[in-house]
């Protein structure tokens, strides 16, 4: 009997110094059992993480059993979130749950928003993309213009998503497939997809193929990401080669791209005055939406569409058939101003033609001027409006 409160007694103190308060920043909760006795001490709070553990301390069997949670402050959590979203700009839902299911680990979470990543374009890559942006390359030798698609526009206002644009244009600019002695190529997205490149983005770094960089992306915005195709146009070999980009954030985006060459005869003549012009007709391409370059290059089915459309117009006036006729002719001529670059009226001073501005251009050159190719592309209208020549690029 007095053995068993002499036992007790070492137990009581121990009590009541794991009962005292005790200042830091964690939650445990301690346990002591002896022989069937049980005694359950206080809580600590802790951000670290759960660490159980039990550990005999002394001969008698007593065991410390201490259980931490993972209760995380408000102001911290406001904080990991903060830091993942600007690691990864994936939307702040995800990454909330990212970080609730790896237990505010930001590390892990990082890695299982990867992972999700992979899903979610997925399952986002048969939904629209309507919306997009336009990035323009450019060397001595070809521009290249190419869209990269997503739903809503305040993804293309991203600076990730500008950036991989560009990033696809300027690899695009070095691809063999894009090369072609002359006129304009088309990009199919199966010319792209699988071109390595190296990547150095704070969000998108290392070498990785196009395929895989979109889908990376896809993941972060949340939406369905996807290029949309391209053009490569060449340049002269005596010349110059223009380009206009409309609605452009930084340089080399945009949302409607002109392109157009200038083709000089004489090799000796100064481009000076080429080039200034060249510039005026780019910006002229993007306005005035040409659909072709002469009125010889209009196709025989646009050409007949047309016609019948101005014929029926013309009968429902129940004129004479030679009056009808004239109607029709008419008509067409202000068909081919508002369709044929060449006919139509100059943006800049709509006195002249496109046709006479090449030959006041060619008298103060003092060699013959000429357009050897233009090129319109607009966000959307899944680069319909070019000029002649166009093959297509074999997937490489």
Known sequence: MGMARGMMRPLEILYKRLSSPVKCGHTYSTTIAHEGTLFTMFTENSALGISNYSKPINVFGIHFTRNYSSEVSTSEQMNLIKQLRERTSAPIKEVKSALVACNWDIEVAQKELRKRGVVLASKKSSRTAAEGLLALAQNQNKAVVLELKCETDFV???????????????????????????????????????????????????????????????????????????????????????????????????????????????????????????????????????????????????????????RSQAESTGKSQMAIDKMVEGRLRKYFEEVVL???????????????????????????????????????????????????????
Request: charged letters at 20%.
């Open 156 to 310: 293309a206002r991203n600076d990730i998503f500008q950036y991989l644009a560009l990033s696809l244009a300027n690899s695009a600019l070095l691809c063999e497939g894009s090369t072609q002695a002359s006129g304009t190529i088309r990009l199919s997205p199966e010319c792209l997809e699988d071109l390595k490149m190296s990547f150095d983005h704070p969000k998108l770094t290392g070498e990785k193929n196009v395929q895989n960089a979109i889908t990376e992306v896809a993941a972060m915005m949340g939406e369905n990401v996807k290029i949309g195709g391209g053009f490569a146009i060449s340049a002269p070999s005596h010349g110059v080669l223009s380009t206009y980009l409309h609605t452009s954030p930084q340089p080399g985006i945009g949302r409607i791209a002109g392109i157009l060459s200038l083709e000089v005869e004489d090799k000796d003549a100064s481009l000076d005055a080429v080039q200034r012009v060249g510039s005026e007709l780019a910006m002229h391409v993007v306005a005035a939406k040409p659909l072709f370059l002469t009125k010889e290059a209009v196709t025989s089915d646009a050409l007949g569409n047309e016609r019948d459309i101005l």
């Open 342 to 396: 060449m006919e139509q009226k100059f943006i800049v001073n709509d006195t002249v033609n496109i046709k006479t501005l090449l030959d006041n251009l060619s008298k103060e050159v003092g060699s013959t001027v000429k357009i050897g190719n233009f090129l319109r592309v607009e966000v959307g209208e899944g680069l319909k409006r070019f000029g002649p020549y166009v093959v297509d690029c074999l997937a490489t």
